[in-house]
């Protein structure tokens, strides 16, 4: 039989699953709303469109700042280069140099640099000072307002008060009578003005209200301290300007040299050695030490001295410093006859005047006669490294008897070296490096690389400055003739750094003196010259010796671009073999040449040695005596010609010397003996070349145009040494930044420059196109130092007319070069970087050096353009078309369809058959359509780079064109549109893709594409800005669902937010200028609802803000504890900047900034339940005692669980356990957000908005605003006060557990949520778990939770140090808030006032008011809240005297509480408020006994509960209420018996403050305190409420002592009480006939039957017996406790009694499922009786 179709619709599931799925959905969290937001983007309005439109009414606006760019927002600029020296370090020469090569450099070195800037940067939102830490500086802390808190009070005025209290208690107990005793209590200052009738309420709400304005303070997020971070993603520092390349700086002046026998010249040189690289490192730097005497001795040779020749000190560079780096000093004399060792002879010994005459006289002849030539002597070495760091082993034996004097504290003068060159700076460009001057492409500078970090702590010691040392070296080495090598050196070197005291004995030591200073060089040191003789600023005296700055040579690579002019070549000797050769004692001259002719065209170029002239034609190597295959370790050094050409070479000539001393007819100076000839052309194939040679020589004249030809025997006809060998190694090394030194970098720069923009021949451009191909294969080291000419010339190659129609491979190609080099800099070399991961070299290169070339007009460009972009028609749309092109996105595997609009508006102004082309066009082109894979990876590798191109020449061409300050509407072609969004949809999929297969590489483009479109907002249309965002939202929507793509659209939405103009682009308009219309939808709703929530309209008029409010929702609901954490940051961080903004500072515009985060208060109401609640109250010390929780509250033992599983039911409870809960820091930054918001927001805005909401929304939002009051409360300075408040009994953590116990599910009622809120708010100080992705880890409602980083830094803000400032900050914040709390009760009341359905709200309004007078708050914040408080009594007396007494018998205990402060001015606001209270009861009701109850059950509670109660101070209070009441003129007082009650009353608290002295007296006794509480309990049996209070605390202090069988038996006692309560009122079948019921448990009970006839005239009492524990349920709870407490004393027996009495009642009330548990727990019982 077919089943019919109705019956398949059934539901045929059981009673229990409707049951279950009910319940489930009553307990649906209100968070579920956000899990349903919709993250779909609007379509943004037409920007640039809207300002149009409505310009004239923006203008009109007070507030246009917050809604117009400034027409001065970007601007370009041009900074002069700032050299160090004097001039232009750039020889006239190279300025007129025809050579193509050498024009590009040289106008490179002498440009100023092209920079950008945003005019108001410097108001970046995330770069404010607020963020990134606070100020401890005296005058910010002076501006913050001034509050005192009690719980800051002294410790010793609490010891006063302590001793105070114990002399009161002594007199007390020796006082004739009681009336005596309290007649002579001093009462507080009355505060008459208080007390006075209230004629005009509303008067009275504006006053307060005005009070409350005066002690707000402005910036919310100043009191809000946040750690710092460096690593903060939208921050970028500007890029260094390219300096020059330095490394380690090391001052050496030379102070003393010389020998205890002088008697000739010596001649020194000091260079540097890296004896672990085995190599020189330093130029040769030569000195003269000689005296007057000395020197006279050359008068025949000697010529004109420049001073630079006379300098004593040098400055030399390290960059890469190692433990093996040596100073080498090497000694020269006058050539002589005799070998090395004979030379040094009279240096070892003795010498008398006869002897040392004589050897004067020798030094005399041999310097008239061979004075030019000089011979070795000695040499010696020093560890610098080691000497500067102090780490010379202390067992080590000294070199050459060193002494060291270290100094003991630096020079004033000396400044701080680094050894990584690239902490330096051109000295004048700071002022381009300041914040508000930032370029839209910023970058920081980058650590240092990992090639000067892997020295170690060399490396980290040499990065601060040194001591300068005192060096004095007693002895030298002789030099051994044949072992002059370098290699020789090395040796001597590494024994002398290991085995330094083998290398003394193995060499033969001369007694001398050097004497040494090392230093850093120190700021600003007078006359001082480059490496290539360049006066350096400040050059004060032209007579005074310099300072050389000596040229370094790396041992190891450095890449980094040239800056400065420098263009020499260094040429060195190795050896020469004439074995063969009749010479003997050989020289060799050497001469630079620009022509054959060797008296003519020998060039004056070559660097003087000392006591000299700058510049000489020839110079000589050293002679050895005798030696027919010498070394050499000279170092010539020659200044190249800025052209070179084919006819420069170098020309060595050897001779014969002779030293023979001339025969009398002969003359002094007799010519050298000529050997042979041989040269070095200087250009090999165009191109200088350089390295090592082995040279023949020839031994004939050299012909014609011989220099043309290479010196390896190929030239014919002429006579060569040894038949062509090579018997001559000599090697060069050129430091040029003008020649590359690589061909393939070469042959490309000068192909380019020749013809640059020309189109040449086909066989030309495809010439052109594989010099293109072949750059990327050049060596790293040359292409960095000529990074800057290179880049320069690929960007033009871009803007290059094209061969042909659609021919455009020379773009292509060179697009692929600028990829690929970018990429291989960036990922390949081992350079800086910053914390971006750009390459500070590229980087600078961008923002201060990159001009936009510009190119021929281009006739054929829109066909060449168009036949390349194949897919681009040539009818321009609007980007808003609807027409849609699909394509097909692969992600994982899955194709996705994804739409995307064409974006190519047609731009006025510019026809694009005649406008040149441009560098940012030709980019987006180049980079869009690229086919080659491995390029579109090496592009994307470094989309910052290409889009930091773009958009600096997108500024140029705007500046070029007097655009710049206008509406970028019609600027920009069309096609460029479309190609750029068609280029950040590829974008978008790459990220789509990558996201999950390379994570670094994702998040990096992801980044690159965000500071794309936030620098894009300043120069393009920025709607069509909004539109890319847009599609590039939808294209990672449709990728699947990831953790990662979530992270990336907040970090994009942090970096685009980050612009300066985010306020402006938000459009915060007037309502009188709102587009919001009703025309469809809910553009029905009032504005203030479209503005309050994230409807479309408000997403589609504010965009960026919509877009982050809605992922904030989506986040939250997502419940993932990163993400939550990341998208509130976000929102904080951008509160932030707004605060700190100073364009923001006026009401209006902070106003009218709130109105576009309105919707955020409705997020943070829809995940209420999602927020930090806490799990506990267990920390009292914060937090004052409910009366309702006390005097319902047994305490429950904590370290047990009874198996009866009765817990509480409490939803927030659940709340607290629930593993997606945020963790306390990030609720913490969420709810100032959300306090940030009602502070700025006009009021009526809230109060129209709030008149609409329903009841269930105002009251989450006063859920929040309870725990923003907890979560801000003030914690207090002193752990020390704060331990001496906490209650001294041990167990009062746990009293909260019985109220939920009692309660159970009680519906709705206003006890239930206090106690909910009251556990919730006692969170805030308890330890609870935090719940995160990570695992469980305990934190505390505290500071030190809200100021732990979440990046996972330390907080700098816990540094004990601070810890009075952070006192400061935490007590201004918690004022603050308190403040705003108050303000939006007050808004709250009135939308009640207005509208009758929303006075259900007054009794939680009333509710958070009590917990703001439980908090600890500071006097003056007492002040505004007791204001308000007397406020609602006034207006809404009701809520207190009408309704449940919880609320009155919470807010009473708070006012004793106050009442006993021991501050005085809180104790008279408390007493005033007291007593307005007590007289609005009897004004209302002719009576206040409600209040009466209320006060003596409180006053009971607070004695049982806190033994250190000041009752002096509450006795003082007591005085001055009854001061009120005797001299209150109120007419309605007048003839009634008011006074006399209020004396009644205060007598009878009076007399149970005497149970206070008694119970302190006993408090160490724990058996006569019991006794003690007992009679005082049973001394109440004329008052039930009392009586039920006493017998609650006497039941939690015997479980404190584990006293578990008589706490159970305090609390059937008071269920007995209740039970006769309930009878006289009620009397139903199933409730217990009074205290009878309860005999089977114990006869004693029976004793509570006496108490029903006083509990029978209270049911006619006003105020008697309304404590919720008066009912079926507090009954209930009573017998639970007591069960388990008799469960924990094994007395089962018990336990079944107390279950009959249980089970008729739940019978009635069909509460089945805890009938069950009781059966459950009954058979328990009997089986564990039976046993």
């Given at each position: 039989?077919?089943?019919?179709?109705?019956?398949?619709?059934?539901?045929?599931?059981?009673?229990?699953?409707?049951?279950?799925?009910?319940?489930?959905?009553?307990?649906?969290?209100?968070?579920?709303?956000?899990?349903?937001?919709?993250?779909?983007?609007?379509?943004?309005?037409?920007?640039?469109?809207?300002?149009?439109?409505?310009?004239?009414?923006?203008?009109?606006?007070?507030?246009?700042?917050?809604?117009?760019?400034?027409?001065?927002?970007v601007e370009v600029f041009t900074a002069p280069r700032v050299y160090r020296t004097l001039e232009i370090p750039v020889p006239g020469a190279a300025k007129r140099s025809t050579d193509v090569l050498v024009q590009e450099c040289v106008q490179g070195f002498m440009a100023d640099w092209h920079s950008l800037r945003r005019k108001h940067g410097s108001f970046y939102g995330s770069d404010s000072h607020a963020k990134h830490g606070f100020h401890h500086s005296d005058s910010f802390l002076k501006k913050l307002p001034s509050h005192e808190y009690e719980i800051d009070m002294d410790q010793q005025e609490v010891?006063?008060?302590?001793?105070?209290?114990?002399?009161?208690?002594?007199?007390?107990?020796?006082?004739?009578?009681?009336?005596?005793?309290?007649?002579?209590?001093?009462?507080?200052?009355?505060?008459?003005?208080?007390?006075?009738?209230?004629?005009?309420?509303?008067?009275?709400?504006?006053?307060?209200?005005?009070?409350?304005?005066?002690?707000?303070?402005?910036?919310?997020?100043?009191?809000?301290?946040?750690?710092?971070?460096?690593?903060?993603?939208?921050?970028?520092?500007?890029?260094?300007?390219?300096?020059?390349?330095?490394?380690?700086?090391?001052?050496?002046?030379?102070?003393?040299?010389?020998?205890?026998?002088?008697?000739?010249?010596?001649?020194?040189?000091?260079?540097?050695?890296?004896?672990?690289?085995?190599?020189?490192?330093?130029?040769?730097?030569?000195?003269?030490?000689?005296?007057?005497?000395?020197?006279?001795?050359?008068?025949?040779?000697?010529?004109?001295?420049?001073?630079?020749?006379?300098?004593?000190?040098?400055?030399?560079?390290?960059?890469?410093?190692?433990?093996?780096?040596?100073?080498?000093?090497?000694?020269?004399?006058?050539?002589?006859?005799?070998?090395?060792?004979?030379?040094?002879?009279?240096?070892?010994?003795?010498?008398?005047?006869?002897?040392?005459?004589?050897?004067?006289?020798a030094a005399k002849q041999f310097c008239q006669q061979l004075g030019q030539y000089r011979m070795p002597l000695a040499w010696t070495a020093i560890n610098v490294v080691d000497i500067i760091t102090g780490n010379k082993a202390s067992g080590q034996e000294p070199v050459g008897a060193e002494r060291v004097e270290r100094s003991q504290s630096l020079s004033s003068s000396t400044s701080s070296v680094g050894v990584d060159k690239r902490a330096s700076a051109i000295e004048g460009s700071s002022s381009l490096l300041k914040k508000k001057d930032a370029p839209l492409s910023q970058q920081q500078v980058a650590?240092?690389?990992?090639?000067?970090?892997?020295?170690?702590?060399?490396?980290?010691?040499?990065?601060?400055?040194?001591?300068?040392?005192?060096?004095?070296?007693?002895?030298?080495?002789?030099?051994?003739?044949?072992?002059?090598?370098?290699?020789?050196?090395?040796?001597?070197?590494?024994?002398?750094?290991?085995?330094?005291?083998?290398?003394?004995?193995?060499?033969?030591?001369?007694?001398?003196?050097?004497?040494?200073?090392?230093?850093?060089?120190?700021?600003?040191?007078?006359?001082?010259?480059?490496?290539?003789?360049?006066?350096?600023?400040?050059?004060?005296?032209?007579?005074?010796?310099?300072?050389?700055?000596?040229?370094?040579?790396?041992?190891?690579?450095?890449?980094?671009?040239?800056?400065?002019?420098?263009?020499?070549?260094?040429?060195?000797?190795?050896s020469l073999d004439f074995r063969k050769c009749k010479g003997r004692n050989i020289g060799v001259k050497i001469q630079f040449m620009g022509g054959e002719d060797p008296d003519n065209d020998a060039l004056q170029v070559i660097y003087g040695h000392s006591s000299g002239p700058k510049f000489v034609r020839e110079t000589w190597t050293t002679v050895l005596y005798h030696d027919k295959s010498p070394e050499f370790y000279n170092e010539i050094k020659v200044e190249l010609p800025a052209q070179l050409t084919t006819r420069h070479h170098i020309l060595f000539t050897f001779y014969h010397i002779s030293c023979?001393?001339?025969?009398?007819?002969?003359?002094?100076?007799?010519?050298?003996?000529?050997?042979?000839?041989?040269?070095?052309?200087?250009?090999?194939?165009?191109?200088?070349?350089?390295?090592?040679?082995?040279?023949?020589?020839?031994?004939?004249?050299?012909?014609?145009?011989?220099?043309?030809?290479?010196?390896?025997?190929?030239?014919?006809?002429?006579?060569?040494?040894?038949?062509?060998?090579?018997?001559?190694?000599?090697?060069?090394?050129?430091?040029?930044?003008?020649?590359?030194?690589?061909?393939?970098?070469?042959?490309?720069?000068?192909?380019?420059?020749?013809?640059?923009?020309?189109?040449?021949?086909?066989?030309?451009?495809?010439?052109?196109?594989?010099?293109?191909?072949?750059?990327?294969?050049?060596?790293?080291?040359?292409?960095?130092?000529?990074?800057?000419?290179?880049?320069?010339?690929?960007?033009?190659?871009?803007?290059?007319?094209?061969?042909?129609?659609?021919?455009?491979?020379?773009?292509?190609?060179?697009?692929?070069?600028?990829?690929?080099?970018?990429?291989?800099?960036?990922?390949?070399?081992?350079?800086?970087?910053?914390?971006?991961?750009?390459?500070?070299?590229?980087?600078?290169?961008?923002?201060?050096?990159?001009?936009?070339?510009?190119?021929?007009?281009?006739?054929?460009?829109?066909?060449?353009?168009?036949?390349?972009?194949?897919?681009?028609?040539?009818?321009?749309?609007?980007?808003?078309?609807?027409?849609?092109?699909?394509?097909?996105?692969?992600?994982?595997?899955?194709?996705?369809?994804?739409?995307?609009?064409?974006?190519?508006?047609?731009?006025?102004?510019?026809?694009?058959?005649?406008?040149?082309?441009?560098?940012?066009?030709?980019?987006?082109?180049?980079?869009?359509?690229?086919?080659?894979?491995?390029?579109?990876?090496?592009?994307?590798?470094?989309?910052?780079?290409?889009?930091?191109?773009?958009?600096?020449?997108?500024?140029?061409?705007?500046?070029?064109?007097?655009?710049?300050?206008?509406?970028?509407?019609?600027?920009?072609?069309?096609?460029?549109?479309?190609?750029?969004?068609?280029?950040?949809?590829?974008?978008?999929?790459?990220?789509?893709?990558?996201?999950?297969?390379?994570?670094?590489?994702?998040?990096?483009?992801?980044?690159?594409?965000?500071?794309?479109?936030?620098?894009?907002?300043?120069?393009?249309?920025?709607?069509?800005?909004?539109?890319?965002?847009?599609?590039?939202?939808?294209?990672?929507?449709?990728?699947?669902?990831?953790?990662?793509?979530?992270?990336?659209?907040?970090?994009?939405?942090?970096?685009?937010?980050?612009?300066?103009?985010?306020?402006?682009?938000?459009?915060?308009?007037?309502?009188?200028?709102?587009?919001?219309?009703?025309?469809?939808?809910?553009?029905?709703?009032?504005?203030?609802?479209?503005?309050?929530?994230?409807?479309?309209?408000?997403?589609?008029?504010?965009?960026?803000?919509?877009?982050?409010?809605?992922?904030?929702?989506?986040?939250?609901?997502?419940?993932?504890?990163?993400?939550?954490?990341?998208?509130?940051?976000?929102?904080?961080?951008?509160?932030?900047?707004?605060?700190?903004?100073?364009?923001?500072?006026?009401?209006?515009?902070?106003?009218?900034?709130?109105?576009?985060?309105?919707?955020?208060?409705?997020?943070?109401?829809?995940?209420?339940?999602?927020?930090?609640?806490?799990?506990?109250?267990?920390?009292?010390?914060?937090?004052?005692?409910?009366?309702?929780?006390?005097?319902?509250?047994?305490?429950?033992?904590?370290?047990?669980?009874?198996?009866?599983?009765?817990?509480?039911?409490?939803?927030?409870?659940?709340?607290?356990?629930?593993?997606?809960?945020?963790?306390?820091?990030?609720?913490?930054?969420?709810?100032?957000?959300?306090?940030?918001?009602?502070?700025?927001?006009?009021?009526?805005?809230?109060?129209?908005?709030?008149?609409?909401?329903?009841?269930?929304?105002?009251?989450?939002?006063?859920?929040?605003?309870?725990?923003?009051?907890?979560?801000?409360?003030?914690?207090?300075?002193?752990?020390?006060?704060?331990?001496?408040?906490?209650?001294?009994?041990?167990?009062?953590?746990?009293?909260?557990?019985?109220?939920?116990?009692?309660?159970?599910?009680?519906?709705?009622?206003?006890?239930?949520?206090?106690?909910?809120?009251?556990?919730?708010?006692?969170?805030?100080?308890?330890?609870?778990?935090?719940?995160?992705?990570?695992?469980?880890?305990?934190?505390?409602?505290?500071?030190?939770?809200?100021?732990?980083?979440?990046?996972?830094?330390?907080?700098?803000?816990?540094?004990?140090?601070?810890?009075?400032?952070?006192?400061?900050?935490?007590?201004?914040?918690?004022?603050?808030?308190?403040?705003?709390?108050?303000?939006?009760?007050?808004?709250?009341?009135?939308?009640?006032?207005?509208?009758?359905?929303?006075?259900?709200?007054?009794?939680?309004?009333?509710?958070?008011?009590?917990?703001?007078?439980?908090?600890?708050?500071?006097?003056?914040?007492?002040?505004?809240?007791?204001?308000?408080?007397?406020?609602?009594?006034?207006?809404?007396?009701?809520?207190?005297?009408?309704?449940?007494?919880?609320?009155?018998?919470?807010?009473?205990?708070?006012?004793?509480?106050?009442?006993?402060?021991?501050?005085?001015?809180?104790?008279?606001?408390?007493?005033?408020?007291?007593?307005?209270?007590?007289?609005?009861?009897?004004?209302?009701?002719?009576?206040?006994?409600?209040?009466?109850?209320?006060?003596?059950?409180?006053?009971?509670?607070?004695?049982?509960?806190?033994?250190?109660?000041?009752?002096?101070?509450?006795?003082?209070?007591?005085?001055?209420?009854?001061?009120?009441?005797?001299?209150?003129?109120?007419?309605?007082?007048?003839?009634?018996?008011?006074?006399?009650?209020?004396?009644?009353?205060?007598?009878?608290?009076?007399?149970?403050?005497?149970?206070?002295?008694?119970?302190?007296?006993?408090?160490?006794?724990?058996?006569?305190?019991?006794?003690?509480?007992?009679?005082?309990?049973?001394?109440?049996?004329?008052?039930?409420?009392?009586?039920?209070?006493?017998?609650?605390?006497?039941?939690?202090?015997?479980?404190?002592?584990?006293?578990?069988?008589?706490?159970?038996?305090?609390?059937?006692?008071?269920?007995?009480?209740?039970?006769?309560?309930?009878?006289?009122?009620?009397?139903?079948?199933?409730?217990?006939?009074?205290?009878?019921?309860?005999?089977?448990?114990?006869?004693?009970?029976?004793?509570?039957?006496?108490?029903?006839?006083?509990?029978?005239?209270?049911?006619?009492?006003?105020?008697?017996?309304?404590?919720?524990?008066?009912?079926?349920?507090?009954?209930?709870?009573?017998?639970?406790?007591?069960?388990?407490?008799?469960?924990?004393?094994?007395?089962?027996?018990?336990?079944?009694?107390?279950?009959?009495?249980?089970?008729?009642?739940?019978?009635?009330?069909?509460?089945?499922?805890?009938?069950?548990?009781?059966?459950?727990?009954?058979?328990?019982?009997?089986?564990?009786?039976?046993?």
């Amino acid at each position: 039989m077919t089943e019919r179709a109705f019956v398949k619709s059934i539901n045929s599931r059981t009673a229990a699953e409707v049951r279950r799925e009910v319940s489930d959905s009553f307990n649906t969290s209100t968070s579920s709303q956000a899990a349903s937001v919709d993250v779909e983007p609007v379509v943004p309005i037409d920007y640039e469109a809207y300002i149009a439109e409505h310009r004239d009414q923006l203008l009109a606006d007070s507030e246009k700042h917050l809604l117009l760019f400034p027409e001065d927002d970007v601007e370009v600029f041009t900074a002069p280069r700032v050299y160090r020296t004097l001039e232009i370090p750039v020889p006239g020469a190279a300025k007129r140099s025809t050579d193509v090569l050498v024009q590009e450099c040289v106008q490179g070195f002498m440009a100023d640099w092209h920079s950008l800037r945003r005019k108001h940067g410097s108001f970046y939102g995330s770069d404010s000072h607020a963020k990134h830490g606070f100020h401890h500086s005296d005058s910010f802390l002076k501006k913050l307002p001034s509050h005192e808190y009690e719980i800051d009070m002294d410790q010793q005025e609490v010891l006063d008060r302590e001793e105070r209290s114990s002399k009161m208690s002594m007199q007390s107990s020796v006082s004739s009578t009681f009336n005596d005793e309290f007649d002579s209590t001093e009462s507080d200052e009355l505060l008459e003005d208080l007390v006075q009738p209230v004629e005009n309420i509303k008067q009275i709400d504006h006053m307060n209200q005005l009070a409350r304005k005066r002690d707000h303070y402005t910036k919310l997020f100043d009191l809000y301290p946040l750690p710092s971070r460096d690593a903060v993603l939208e921050v970028r520092t500007p890029a260094p300007l390219p300096p020059e390349q330095h490394g380690l700086k090391i001052l050496v002046k030379v102070i003393d040299l010389r020998f205890e026998c002088a008697f000739e010249p010596i001649f020194a040189e000091l260079a540097l050695y890296d004896a672990k690289e085995r190599k020189k490192i330093s130029e040769s730097f030569y000195m003269d030490m000689n005296s007057s005497e000395m020197y006279h001795m050359l008068d025949d040779h000697s010529r004109e001295r420049s001073m630079a020749s006379l300098s004593r000190n040098a400055i030399f560079s390290i960059t890469y410093p190692n433990p093996e780096v040596f100073l080498v000093l090497r000694l020269e004399k006058i050539l002589q006859k005799g070998d090395i060792s004979e030379a040094a002879e009279p240096y070892y010994r003795e010498m008398d005047r006869k002897t040392l005459d004589k050897a004067k006289n020798a030094a005399k002849q041999f310097c008239q006669q061979l004075g030019q030539y000089r011979m070795p002597l000695a040499w010696t070495a020093i560890n610098v490294v080691d000497i500067i760091t102090g780490n010379k082993a202390s067992g080590q034996e000294p070199v050459g008897a060193e002494r060291v004097e270290r100094s003991q504290s630096l020079s004033s003068s000396t400044s701080s070296v680094g050894v990584d060159k690239r902490a330096s700076a051109i000295e004048g460009s700071s002022s381009l490096l300041k914040k508000k001057d930032a370029p839209l492409s910023q970058q920081q500078v980058a650590q240092p690389s990992e090639s000067v970090k892997e020295e170690g702590s060399m490396g980290n010691m040499l990065n601060n400055s040194f001591r300068p040392v005192t060096l004095t070296v007693q002895a030298f080495f002789k030099q051994e003739s044949d072992k002059l090598a370098d290699e020789d050196l090395y040796r001597h070197l590494a024994e002398m750094k290991n085995k330094g005291a083998i290398l003394n004995r193995k060499l033969k030591s001369i007694p001398g003196t050097l004497k040494l200073d090392i230093s850093p060089p120190y700021s600003q040191l007078p006359c001082c010259l480059t490496s290539n003789l360049w006066q350096v600023e400040p050059y004060t005296d032209m007579n005074r010796r310099p300072t050389r700055e000596i040229e370094e040579f790396p041992s190891k690579p450095v890449y980094h671009p040239n800056t400065v002019y420098k263009n020499m070549l260094y040429i060195y000797p190795q050896s020469l073999d004439f074995r063969k050769c009749k010479g003997r004692n050989i020289g060799v001259k050497i001469q630079f040449m620009g022509g054959e002719d060797p008296d003519n065209d020998a060039l004056q170029v070559i660097y003087g040695h000392s006591s000299g002239p700058k510049f000489v034609r020839e110079t000589w190597t050293t002679v050895l005596y005798h030696d027919k295959s010498p070394e050499f370790y000279n170092e010539i050094k020659v200044e190249l010609p800025a052209q070179l050409t084919t006819r420069h070479h170098i020309l060595f000539t050897f001779y014969h010397i002779s030293c023979m001393k001339p025969r009398p007819h002969e003359v002094e100076f007799q010519e050298p003996n000529l050997l042979g000839y041989t040269w070095i052309p200087l250009l090999e194939d165009g191109e200088l070349h350089t390295g090592p040679y082995g040279l023949c020589v020839c031994s004939e004249q050299l012909p014609a145009a011989y220099s043309r030809q290479k010196a390896d025997g190929a030239l014919p006809n002429l006579k060569w040494i040894e038949n062509r060998k090579p018997l001559f190694k000599v090697f060069t090394h050129a430091v040029s930044t003008v020649h590359p030194q690589d061909a393939t970098l070469s042959k490309f720069m000068k192909r380019f420059l020749e013809h640059q923009f020309e189109v040449g021949s086909e066989q030309e451009e495809r010439e052109l196109i594989s010099r293109i191909v072949e750059l990327p294969t050049a060596a790293s080291e040359p292409l960095v130092k000529f990074l800057h000419a290179t880049l320069n010339g690929l960007f033009c190659l871009l803007v290059r007319p094209l061969f042909s129609e659609g021919n455009a491979l020379v773009q292509e190609t060179a697009f692929a070069a600028l990829s690929h080099i970018a990429h291989h800099i960036q990922a390949q070399l081992d350079l800086p970087q910053d914390k971006h991961g750009h390459n500070t070299l590229l980087a600078s290169y961008i923002q201060h050096v990159l001009v936009a070339p510009v190119g021929p007009p281009s006739q054929g460009s829109n066909k060449s353009r168009t036949t390349v972009t194949s897919d681009q028609g040539s009818k321009s749309t609007d980007y808003k078309s609807q027409r849609t092109t699909t394509h097909s996105l692969s992600i994982g595997g899955v194709h996705h369809a994804y739409l995307y609009q064409l974006g190519d508006r047609e731009r006025g102004n510019f026809s694009e058959n005649q406008q040149r082309k441009l560098l940012h066009e030709e980019i987006a082109m180049m980079w869009l359509f690229s086919e080659n894979s491995k390029m579109q990876e090496e592009s994307m590798s470094v989309a910052w780079f290409f889009f930091g191109a773009m958009i600096k020449t997108m500024a140029q061409h705007l500046h070029q064109a007097g655009m710049l300050s206008s509406f970028h509407t019609k600027v920009f072609a069309g096609s460029y549109f479309h190609d750029l969004e068609k280029l950040v949809n590829s974008i978008a999929i790459k990220i789509a893709e990558k996201h999950i297969l390379n994570v670094s590489y994702a998040r990096s483009l992801n980044k690159d594409l965000a500071f794309f479109l936030m620098d894009a907002y300043s120069l393009l249309d920025r709607g069509f800005v909004c539109h890319m965002i847009r599609n590039y939202i939808k294209t990672l929507a449709l990728a699947p669902a990831d953790y990662n793509l979530t992270e990336f659209k907040l970090d994009l939405f942090r970096v685009v937010c980050s612009h300066e103009h985010y306020i402006a682009l938000n459009l915060p308009i007037l309502l009188s200028v709102d587009p919001l219309s009703p025309t469809t939808g809910s553009c029905n709703l009032p504005f203030i609802q479209l503005m309050a929530t994230l409807t479309a309209e408000f997403k589609q008029y504010h965009f960026l803000v919509g877009l982050v409010l809605s992922e904030l929702a989506y986040v939250l609901a997502g419940r993932t504890p990163k993400l939550r954490e990341q998208a509130i940051e976000l929102i904080r961080d951008l509160l932030v900047s707004h605060d700190a903004d100073p364009r923001y500072q006026s009401q209006q515009s902070r106003e009218r900034i709130a109105l576009l985060y309105l919707p955020l208060l409705s997020i943070v109401l829809d995940n209420l339940e999602d927020l930090y609640h806490g799990d506990g109250w267990d920390d009292w010390a914060r937090s004052f005692e409910r009366t309702t929780e006390v005097r319902r509250s047994v305490i429950v033992k904590e370290d047990k669980e009874i198996p009866s599983g009765n817990k509480s039911a409490n939803p927030v409870s659940k709340a607290t356990t629930n593993q997606q809960q945020m963790g306390p820091s990030s609720t913490r930054n969420l709810l100032l957000c959300f306090l940030w918001v009602l502070h700025n927001i006009d009021p009526v805005h809230l109060f129209h908005w709030w008149t609409t909401l329903p009841i269930i929304r105002l009251n989450a939002l006063l859920s929040v605003l309870d725990l923003c009051s907890a979560c801000f409360e003030y914690k207090g300075k002193s752990a020390e006060v704060k331990q001496s408040m906490m209650p001294a009994s041990k167990g009062t953590a746990a009293r909260n557990r019985l109220a939920g116990v009692i309660l159970g599910k009680a519906g709705g009622s206003a006890t239930e949520r206090m106690l909910q809120r009251h556990e919730t708010m006692a969170a805030a100080v308890s330890i609870s778990p935090s719940l995160s992705s990570g695992g469980v880890a305990t934190e505390r409602w505290s500071k030190t939770v809200w100021a732990t980083p979440t990046s996972g830094g330390s907080d700098n803000r816990l540094q004990s140090g601070n810890f009075d400032i952070e006192a400061t900050f935490e007590g201004c914040l918690a004022a603050e808030a308190t403040l705003i709390v108050l303000d939006t009760l007050e808004i709250l009341i009135q939308a009640a006032e207005a509208v009758d359905t929303l006075r259900l709200i007054l009794p939680r309004v009333l509710e958070v008011l009590i917990h703001l007078l439980t908090c600890s708050e500071s006097v003056s914040m007492m002040e505004h809240i007791f204001a308000t408080q007397r406020s609602i009594v006034v207006k809404f007396p009701d809520l207190l005297f009408e309704e449940e007494t919880e609320r009155c018998a919470d807010l009473c205990i708070r006012m004793l509480k106050h009442c006993s402060s021991a501050h005085s001015r809180i104790r008279t606001l408390a007493s005033a408020s007291l007593y307005l209270l007590m007289r609005q009861n009897y004004v209302n009701e002719s009576n206040f006994s409600r209040i009466k109850v209320q006060i003596t059950v409180a006053l009971s509670s607070i004695v049982a509960g806190d033994l250190k109660f000041d009752e002096y101070n509450l006795r003082r209070s007591l005085k001055t209420l009854v001061t009120y009441a005797d001299t209150d003129l109120l007419p309605e007082l007048e003839k009634t018996d008011f006074p006399d009650q209020v004396r009644e009353l205060s007598a009878k608290l009076h007399r149970i403050l005497l149970d206070t002295v008694k119970l302190k007296e006993s408090h160490e006794d724990p058996a006569v305190l019991m006794d003690l509480m007992y009679r005082i309990s049973k001394g109440y049996q004329n008052s039930p409420d009392l009586r039920l209070s006493w017998l609650q605390y006497l039941a939690g202090k015997h479980s404190e002592y584990q006293n578990y069988p008589e706490a159970a038996m305090c609390l059937v006692h008071a269920a007995a009480l209740v039970a006769e309560y309930l009878y006289l009122l009620e009397g139903v079948s199933y409730m217990p006939v009074g205290c009878v019921a309860f005999k089977g448990i114990s006869f004693n009970v029976l004793e509570e039957s006496a108490v029903s006839d006083d509990a029978e005239m209270c049911l006619e009492e006003e105020g008697m017996c309304t404590d919720i524990l008066f009912s079926e349920k507090g009954m209930i709870g009573l017998l639970e406790q007591a069960a388990n407490f008799f469960w924990e004393a094994r007395l089962y027996e018990a336990v079944y009694e107390i279950y009959k009495i249980v089970v008729p009642i739940c019978c009635a009330q069909r509460q089945f499922k805890e009938l069950n548990n009781i059966h459950t727990k009954q058979i328990k019982c009997i089986q564990d009786i039976t046993l």
